[in-house]
């Protein structure tokens, strides 16, 4: 096969967009300072001083208190998936 006039592989283009996807994926999760582990959704993570984040797993290993605790959302959360409140859940009055 010949090379495109760009140069460029279509397997070297379809590597190179994975990686990218991967890396702006990772860039912007949020992982365990011990263990490096990306939390399950609905998982808890603790937030400890200077935001450090421990996964539920390691948390028992450390006997400081965490500021919070958190559930792990989904990457979108917020994004496309609202809760609604429905009729029975809202208060009356």
Do not use: F, N
């Not at 860039?27 to 984040?53: F, K, N, Q, W």
């Not at 948390?59 to 979108?76: I, T």
């Amino acid at each position: 096969m010949l090379r495109p006039l760009l140069g460029i592989w279509e397997r070297d283009l379809e590597r190179g967009l994975l990686r990218k996807g991967v890396g702006a994926r990772a860039a912007g999760r949020r992982s365990c300072a011990d263990c490096g582990r990306t939390p399950l959704v609905g998982e808890t993570i603790h937030i400890y001083e200077h935001g450090r984040v421990v996964c539920e797993l390691c948390r028992v290993r450390l006997s400081a208190v965490p500021e919070r605790s958190e559930l792990m959302h989904h990457a979108e959360q917020g994004q496309t998936v609202r809760l609604l409140r429905t009729a029975a859940a809202a208060p009356h009055g």
